[in-house]
């Protein structure tokens, strides 16, 4: 069985300041890991995915992300936080195969900037 | 890119009458759908996964009865939630992967917020 856990509910930085989003991975085979941020009242946009190319993966609005195999992890940051980057974020995982594989989230990060 | 459109965005229905939710891929085929239910604060539970042209399969402990989900072409989901009550107001959305994109990217709805009276 896959899962994914997200550390910290709730993180909070200054605008400007970095962010570091946490993810681990619990995973039987290799896995595809993705991240995904949702503003309120709306559905998920893709922030990135590992799919076993580069293990360090860049995403849309600044974010990246590694992949530490040794870490079972996959977490995101952003050198520079911005109001906007405010919202909920999602680490997901699925396993390899064809279109009907399961993405399996974590419980979210709320991420907060202040000004 | 792939895009999913989900309607409606937000229903208010009377308790005991039944809801149906909408879910299109505008610009591929998906064979397959996932639903996904959210409370509030909290993540997203898979409810189904849609099957074009066959049953769907539900995960362990969602009521196949109570949500009714129909995939009758390539590019057209919907999940019906029968006899309402407020215990299944919650965020719904759908999702789907475009076969065309090799790297395993699933596009989301914009998510339905049903809320039962």
């Known amino acids: 069985a896959q899962s994914v856990t997200q550390l910290g509910s709730h993180v909070s930085v200054s605008e400007g300041a970095l962010v570091l989003l946490r993810c681990n991975y619990s995973?039987?085979?290799?896995?595809?890991l993705f991240w995904y941020v949702q503003y309120p009242n709306q559905g998920l946009q893709l922030l990135l995915k590992?799919?076993?190319?580069?293990?360090l993966v860049k995403g849309i609005n600044g974010f990246e992300a590694e992949f530490k195999k040794s870490e079972t992890s996959f977490h995101l940051t952003k050198p520079s936080a911005h109001m906007s980057d405010a919202a909920e974020y999602f680490c997901?995982?699925?396993?390899?195969?064809?279109?009907?594989?399961?993405?399996?989230f974590g419980t979210g990060t709320l991420l907060a900037v202040q000004p | 890119g792939a895009v999913v459109s989900q309607h409606p965005s937000w229903v208010i229905c009377k308790s005991g009458t039944s809801v149906k939710i909408e879910c299109r891929s505008l610009?591929?085929?998906?064979?397959?759908m996932f639903w996904y239910r959210q409370f509030p604060k909290q993540s997203l539970m898979l409810m189904a996964t849609?099957?074009?042209?066959?049953?769907?399969?539900?995960e362990q402990g969602v009521e196949k009865d109570k949500f009714l989900i129909n995939h009758a072409s390539l590019t057209l989901s919907t999940l019906t939630v029968t006899s309402a009550h407020p215990e299944d107001s919650s965020f719904y959305i759908c999702?789907?992967?475009?076969?065309?994109?090799?790297?395993?990217?699933?596009?989301f709805g914009s998510g339905t917020r049903l809320t039962v009276v």
């Open positions: 590992y799919t076993s190319a580069a293990t």
């Open positions: 610009d591929f085929q998906a064979t397959t």
């Open positions: 999702s789907a992967r475009d076969p065309r994109d090799r790297l395993y990217g699933y596009t």
């Open positions: 995973s039987s085979v290799p896995p595809y």
């Open positions: 849609s099957n074009e042209g066959s049953k769907a399969t539900y």
């Open positions: 997901a995982v699925s396993d390899r195969g064809g279109a009907t594989n399961k993405l399996i």
